[in-house]
């Protein structure tokens, strides 16, 4: 599943208040255990990859770079969905990770 980035802009101007809700609520996820960041980032991946969301893997491989994780450990966890998800979904996830890390 591929959103639009463009389309997520606009959902936000129709309904800012849910959109603040859905942002608060992942705020409030991230701070309630002692997960660290990093990880945090790379479990979402791995959840992104295994639901076959391309949209989100690439967000969420872009934000993990920004935030310092490389590309190695961006690329182990699409391998690590394998025996979960199949080898189609991570081959798939695989290149929409290589997309965004060749673009940085």
């Known amino acids: 599943m591929k959103y639009s980035p463009k389309y997520f802009t606009e959902f936000k101007k129709r309904y800012p208040g849910v959109a603040r809700s859905f942002d608060q609520l992942g705020a409030e996820c991230a701070k309630a255990g002692p997960i660290d960041e990093k990880t945090q980032h790379l479990i979402k991946l791995g ?55 060749a673009a940085k």
């Open 47 to 101: 959840v992104a990859t295994a639901l076959g969301h391309e949209g989100n893997v690439q967000k969420l491989a872009r934000r993990a770079l920004e935030d310092g994780v490389s590309p190695d450990e961006i690329r182990q966890v699409v391998l690590l969905s394998t025996t979960i998800a199949g080898f189609p979904t991570m081959l798939a996830a695989m290149q929409w990770v290589e997309e965004v890390i």
